[in-house]
């Protein structure tokens, strides 16, 4: 079955750096689309950054432009978030998303909090 395992979350300082993992399983990782989701306490889940299957083609929210950059590694089934210049407002559950054609999953998220 498929499986999106979200991992690299944590507590960082405004201004700082983390990068988020996903781990895909259970379908042919290389052919998908694949994109990075984000919901705060409250509001509700925003699209943060998209990827082609090839990685030749990515997307950004305007409000991560700049700051964030998509990658995948399809030799090893992985999506990478790489996020810089963290601010608080970047604090939300972070989730990968792809949409096949056996339909939408979604991992269970990682926490991301970004507070002095």
């Known amino acids: 079955q498929v499986q999106l395992v979200e991992s690299g979350g944590g507590l960082m300082q405004p201004g700082g750096s983390l990068r988020l993992s996903c781990a895909a399983s259970?379908?042919?990782?290389?052919?998908?689309?694949m994109s990075w989701y984000r919901q705060a306490t409250g509001k509700g889940r925003e699209f943060v950054a998209g990827?082609?299957?090839?990685?030749?083609?990515?997307t950004y929210a305007n409000s991560v432009k700049g700051r964030f950059t998509i990658s995948r590694d399809n030799a090893k089934n992985a999506m990478y978030l790489q996020m810089n210049s963290l601010k608080p407002e970047d604090t939300a559950v972070y989730y990968c998303?792809?949409?096949?054609?056996?339909?939408?999953?979604w991992g269970l998220g990682t926490q991301v909090t970004v507070s002095s």
């Open positions: 990827i082609s299957s090839g990685g030749g083609t990515t």
């Open positions: 259970g379908f042919t990782f290389s052919t998908y689309a």
């Open positions: 998303y792809t949409r096949t054609i056996k339909g939408d999953y």
